[in-house]
């Protein structure tokens, strides 16, 4: 597993997680939404996040 020092991640129970680098693992990512409308940051997600 090697960091992509493009996607910065604190998400350590994602499978894609750098251990200590706090970086994403994967070439790319897909962001997607789960709300109609998005308005807030909240309402966003990294579709590419896998549990460990």
């Known amino acids: ?3 992509n020092k493009s996607i910065g991640c604190t998400v350590e129970q994602c499978a894609h997680h750098c251990g200590q680098e706090n970086f994403c693992s994967l070439e ?5 939404t789960h709300e109609k409308n998005p ?3 909240e309402c966003t997600d ?7």
């Open 1 to 3: 597993m090697q960091a």
């Open 28 to 32: 790319k990512i897909n962001v997607g």
């Open 39 to 41: 308005t807030k940051v």
């Open 46 to 52: 990294c579709n590419s996040f896998v549990l460990k």
